[in-house]
């Protein structure tokens, strides 16, 4: 635990929701864990027990608290290196990664050992991978089995479980309850749609964040309608493609995201969930970067830093965008998702197709990409992404060894400092990612020198990508 038990049961008695996610505690006189933000009657101290996760109070013995719902409490950011070895490869496992594969290839991905993953994270989060995936796929079915009407054998599909036979059991084992017992709806055949909430800590400045995504949204794949951001997906799993649509905007209850999406995305839940919450920054902590950013954060409170759906999308959208308008770069990164995305069918206005994968862009020519418009800089900084993402040696997802993937990205012919930056900052997460040469940080700063703009900056580290969207809110101009 990083925090102290004192603290913990200080911030338990008065329901501090900025501690919502940072720890959990399991009540001994009930056998259950709760978030600090649970509404029930403050235990005693002396039947409180607190965990860095809630995978670590399964661990103990404790089954989840059925009012205030351990799976729903919102995650936080990090930047220590081995903390964020940790939290990355929870990413990773929320997005399902030791579902098709072993400890060791999620190790290799992150590019360590996996005895020195298996170190850091049992530090961090007080249990095994192993343990924590299986703790997050119970919580899944949980809230599936809680917030839909699908089959229980769906719902053990879904949340990763290879037999629906293991799930029982092992649901019965660890929540002393069947899945039909915290069954709120009766089972129905596969529902059209499915909706969650997504935790967040206030604040949140959502219309700036959806300003952003307006502005650079691309023709036909994404769409802002009112207050509501909409997006055709496409997500590779197991032995197939899997490919619909999605739907965000504020839930009316609670602070949390209402995400909806099709039917067709049932055996994807947990990825698209995942790729949902780094698009919107839902594990930032806008006190810890207030705190820091100080007088230039002010204006603008809950400003968060809009990541990226596809690391891959992300990366095209900003080589197109060097050096051109906003709207020049939407143009032609609509035309790639014309000729080269798959339509989808979507109830969503403004969305009709996919953004190509790598594969794809890989397979097309020069002339391909010229005849859309593309020059031929650009072209060919496209189709090298494309090849060495499609290849594996260029992975642009949170949780990389964020200086080796920028020095990679900059040996591309084509891609400098601002592009690698952008992308750091947006399709890797990396929240101190800072495009110091670009030109709206300079002019918002008054200095024209890049090295001078590094000067000022040092005082807003670890969150300088927090600080770039400041300065470019503080002048209303946009970025690509």
Request: glycine share 10%.
């Amino acid at each position: 635990m990083l925090l102290g038990s004192d603290v913990c049961y200080a911030a338990l008695k008065t329901h501090d929701a900025r501690f919502d996610g940072q720890f959990f505690v399991g009540v001994s006189s009930t056998g259950i864990y709760c978030r600090p933000v649970c509404s029930v009657r403050t235990p005693k101290r002396q039947h409180c027990s607190f965990f860095p996760s809630a995978a670590a109070a399964e661990h103990g013995g404790y089954r989840p608290c059925l009012r205030c719902r351990p799976e729903l409490a919102p995650g936080y950011a990090s930047v220590d290196a081995s903390r964020r070895l940790a939290r990355s490869a929870a990413g990773r496992i929320d997005d399902g990664d030791l579902t098709d594969s072993s400890l060791a290839s999620l190790a290799g991905r992150l590019g360590v050992t996996d005895r020195h993953l298996r170190r850091v994270f049992e530090a961090e989060f007080g249990v095994s991978p192993v343990e924590y995936a299986q703790t997050q796929r119970l919580l899944l079915a949980k809230r599936l089995l809680t917030d839909t009407a699908f089959p229980v054998t769906d719902v053990a599909m879904a949340a990763g479980f290879g037999s629906l036979r293991r799930f029982n059991a092992l649901f019965r084992r660890r929540y002393r309850l069947t899945p039909r017992d915290v069954r709120k709806t009766p089972e129905a055949a596969p529902q059209s749609t499915l909706a969650f909430d997504l935790a967040y800590r206030p604040p949140f400045a959502w219309d700036a964040h959806l300003e952003f995504l307006a502005g650079r949204e691309i023709d036909g794949v994404e769409s802002v309608d009112g207050r509501t951001y909409s997006r055709g997906v496409s997500i590779a799993h197991g032995d197939g493609q899997h490919r619909g649509w999605i739907a965000v905007h504020p839930s009316r209850r609670r602070n949390a995201l209402t995400v909806t999406l099709s039917g067709s995305l049932a055996r994807v839940v947990p990825q698209v969930l995942a790729r949902t919450k780094r698009v919107f920054d839902l594990g930032c902590r806008p006190d810890e970067v207030a705190a820091r950013l100080g007088p230039l954060a002010a204006g603008e409170p809950g400003l968060r830093v809009p990541g990226a759906f596809d690391g891959f999308e992300a990366a095209v959208r900003a080589v197109l965008g060097q050096q051109i308008t906003v709207r020049a770069a939407k143009t032609l990164a609509g035309r790639v998702a014309l000729a080269m995305g798959d339509p989808v069918e979507t109830p969503c206005p403004g969305v009709s197709r996919t953004f190509p994968s790598a594969s794809r862009v890989a397979l097309a020519s020069g002339d391909e990409l010229g005849r859309l418009g593309i020059t031929s800089a650009r072209g060919a900084a496209i189709l090298e992404l494309a090849r060495a993402c499609a290849g594996g040696s260029l992975v642009l997802d949170p949780g990389v060894d964020v200086e080796q993937t920028i020095a990679r990205l900059m040996a591309i012919p084509g891609i400098g400092e601002w592009t690698a930056q952008y992308i750091a900052m947006r399709a890797l997460g990396w929240p101190d990612a800072f495009p110091h040469t670009d030109y709206g940080v300079k002019k918002a700063l008054g200095v024209s020198s890049p090295s001078r703009v590094l000067q000022i900056a040092e005082a807003w580290r670890p969150w300088r990508a927090y600080a770039t969207l400041h300065l470019w809110r503080s002048l209303k101009e946009t970025t690509p």
